[in-house]
């Protein structure tokens, strides 16, 4: 299984861009989905999180009220809407996928997950 992630790119301090990850290659059936970044000062920080079962969604505090995360079980995809953009967003981006049923708590840590993404870039000019 392969996770492919889109949609970065460069955008003024304020701007909004989507992400998109979609899963392909086998049999998937993915619980939780998840979005980290990477910068040059932290190697993996935890964005958002989405869990098929309950529906729930985590943020990171620094997007809260930003970043949306939303996705298309059927389709295996989960998108990142980022509205906001601040100059500090300025990271690779990874999508990050679970086939286990993992409690609140455990969705924000990386090593939850055993499906990773390319990464895709993203930059806020200020």
């Known amino acids: 299984v392969q996770l492919q992630a889109s949609g970065g790119g460069l955008v003024q301090d304020g701007g909004s861009l989507r992400l998109s990850c979609v899963a392909s290659?086998?049999?998937?059936?993915?619980?939780?989905w998840a979005w980290f970044r990477r910068t040059p000062e932290k190697e993996r920080e935890f964005v958002a999180a989405?869990?098929?079962?309950?529906?729930?969604?985590v943020y990171a505090d620094s997007v809260k009220g930003r970043f949306a995360i939303s996705g298309d079980r059927t389709k295996n995809t989960v998108y990142l809407q980022m509205n906001s953009l601040k100059p500090e967003d300025t990271a690779v981006y990874y999508c990050?996928?679970?086939?286990?049923?993992?409690?609140?708590?455990?969705?924000?840590?990386?090593?939850?997950?055993?499906?990773w993404g390319q990464g895709t870039q993203v930059t806020v000019s200020s």
């Open positions: 990050a996928a679970s086939e286990r049923r993992w409690i609140l708590s455990a969705m924000s840590s990386s090593e939850s997950y055993e499906f």
């Open positions: 290659g086998g049999t998937f059936n993915a619980n939780v």
């Open positions: 989405i869990r098929w079962s309950g529906g729930n969604k």
